[in-house]
């Protein structure tokens, strides 16, 4: 295939397909790649998705016969964990019903329903295909080159959207292997379970749904982050641990997703259930200070290729949105200048800067040195832990004072964390690392 093009966008993920969708609709010719069979077949992720970025693109999508949505989130948990208990934080709330805040979905639908939009806007789909390389005029990308036979594509923009292992930001020098402490391994199931057992079980009517995620006693001391999301008969459940601590500790993540498993807390949620899919992929944790070039002659980084995962908020498929976006838009103004160089494509650096993407990544900078920096069996397992004690101790109805109770739950939390000053430099420590 020796037509030029436009745009040439590797990966039908989110951030690829909306870089499309954008593009398409301006009357740009694009072309979208994808190595799997169609956009989703090799795609992980926790399963929640963002209204705002995808209306941003698809006007009231919701309202679409066919959008692929599981459950709409009308109440979202956080639990603190200990050996067989944890102490929980949530919201619920009637407000966040039409029009959605976020909602649960799977890669496998949620990824072709978005690529289809992109091709029904114009945008060429070539799939099963894996672009190897790009092409190159001295120090300007010209196009990939992929494993097909007649393999070469050519185009005035490559946008790298293919992924946290990116093949081509690797190829390309944008970034090398992200290291341990970089990226974390998450490992998943999907659990059949009966739609009235799900609503049962979480209190809910008809596509309302409930997101929990947990952290503690479940990550087996290593820093980590569970989740649990439901969908309409099945439920996704999952944890990722930061791939250094799992070679550090010599863990398999099957271990730990099994433990996960166990918890009491868990295990009464998905009794019954049926394990239909398990998986395992990357997920990019390194933050604000591993995101690499956006841009550059003839190319832009999108999405988990460039690092742009607020590990924090555990937010992802947003952000690879609106990069994916913005990188369509300030291809469009290129076109209109005539001129794809590093000059030029610069504009995309800027729209991420001006973005809700970069003011997020940059308020948090300080969490990835901070969590380095930590004793993980301090964060992850002594502190949880104490907390839990000290819950169970101030509910217990024993005769003894609420002020001598008081006290120990204090001598709890400060004998976990080695001591008041210990406890107290923890402390500002994570704050300032919350906020720049």
Known sequence: MNEKFDAIIVGGGPAGAAAALTMSRAGLSVVLLERGEFPGAKNLFGGVLYRKQIEELVPEFWKERNFPMERYIVEQRIWMMGKESMVTFGHRNEKYSEPYNCFTGLRVKFDQWFADKAVAAGALPVYETVALDVIREGDRVVGVKTDREDGNLYADV???????????????????????????????????????????????????????????????????VGFLYTNKETISLGVGVMVNHLRDKKVKPYAILDAVKQHPMIRKLIQGGETKEYS???????????????????????????????????????????SGRLAGEAIIEAKARGDFSAASLNAYDQKVRSSFVHKDLKKYKGMHQFLKEQDPELLFDKLPRALNEAAYNMFLVDGIPKADKQKMAVNLIKGAAGGTMNLMKLGYKGWRAMNG
């Open 280 to 322: 395992g992929h990357l997920i990019p944790e390194g933050g604000f200070h591993s995101i690499p070039p956006l841009s550059g002659n003839g190319w832009c980084v999108c999405g988990d290729a460039a690092q742009l995962v607020n590990f924090v908020n555990r937010e992802g498929t947003n952000l690879a949105m609106t």
């Open 158 to 224: 490559v946008v790298i959207a293919d992924g946290v292992n990116s093949l081509l930001g690797k190829a390309m020098g944008i970034h090398k292997e992200w290291e341990p402490d970089e990226v974390s391994l998450a490992v998943k199931e999907i659990i059949s379970l009966p739609k009235e057992k799900i609503e049962d079980r979480f209190g809910l009517e008809g596509d309302e749904g409930v997101t929990i995620e947990f952290m503690g006693e479940t990550s087996l001391g290593m820093a980590g």
